[in-house]
């Protein structure tokens, strides 16, 4: 598998695979990830949380009804109140990050995940010792990654596709779920080459969002779920949005 670091190249505007991700096109202030020369002195970072007034929210609208979609999604059209966007870090340029699941014995040299006594956590099953890591903050080996690590962009990535949907098929090797992490992050992440170093920097500035209506939280969904979610990824170079969304359930089957 490769893990060297991203290029400028490797990572485009989000245009392969960008009818699974969506992108909008909005004018969201995000340079606090720019050298403060580059940074544009008439907008200022996006604050962490903005309040959304009866006019906004009015003309807010959120995912249009869709046939046999998972329940606790909202009507379309609901009046928002509050829109609250929590900062993701997002400095991880090398996938060598994860290579410390070799090292401490959770995946063997031949990438098979190891595996252990069934159990569950939450609604998850537990049966190898992948998801315990992920999950189970008693294990032993929980603390292979720190906090700080666990509330990495890269991270979160990982997590998600390893906990997969309601109806998913766990693999029984390291790489897929590698390989499916690094394509999404480069299509999520935009870098560039800081012209005084020569180094590879991130200029994407990551937002984990949630809006609130009259009866609490309305979006990504009115159920709480680990693996309900929605970033928005912001370019604050291009001024593009990518928005990556999941909602935790079964639809209607036909």
């Known amino acids: 598998m490769e893990t060297g670091p991203l290029r400028p190249s490797d990572v485009g505007d989000g245009g392969r695979g960008a009818g699974g991700l969506g992108r909008l096109l909005l004018q969201i202030p995000a340079s606090e990830n720019l050298p403060v020369s ?4 008439d907008r200022q970072p996006a604050p962490p949380v903005v309040d959304a007034g009866p006019s906004r929210g009015a003309g807010v609208r959120l995912r249009p009804d869709v046939p046999g979609a998972p329940q606790g999604r909202l009507p379309h ?9 929590t900062n993701v870090p997002c400095t991880q340029l090398s996938m060598s990050f994860f290579n410390r699941l070799y090292d401490e014995d959770i995946v063997r040299a031949n990438g ?5 006594l069934d159990s569950f956590c939450d609604s998850f099953p537990i049966s190898d010792e992948l998801r315990k890591v992920l999950l189970v903050e008693d294990s032993e080996k929980y603390e292979v990654f720190s906090q700080p690590d666990r509330e990495e962009f890269l991270f979160c990535l990982f997590k998600h596709l390893c906990l997969g949907g309601a109806l998913c098929q766990y693999e029984d090797v390291l790489h897929p779920y590698l390989e499916t992490t690094k394509l999404l992050y480069k299509d999520l992440v935009s870098v560039r080459k800081n012209p005084q170093t020569k180094k590879i920097q991130i200029t994407s500035s990551v937002f984990k969002v949630m809006a609130y209506d009259s009866n609490g939280v309305c979006y990504p969904s009115t159920k709480s779920h680990e693996q309900t979610f929605s970033y928005f990824i912001v370019d604050p170079i291009k001024r593009h949005v990518h928005v990556l969304y999941h ?8």
């Open 77 to 85: 059209g609901a009046e928002v109140k509050k829109i609250e966007a």
């Open 112 to 116: 098979h995940i190891i595996k252990c």
């Open 38 to 41: 580059e940074r544009p002195r």
């Open 247 to 254: 909602c935790y359930g079964v639809g209607e089957m036909s």
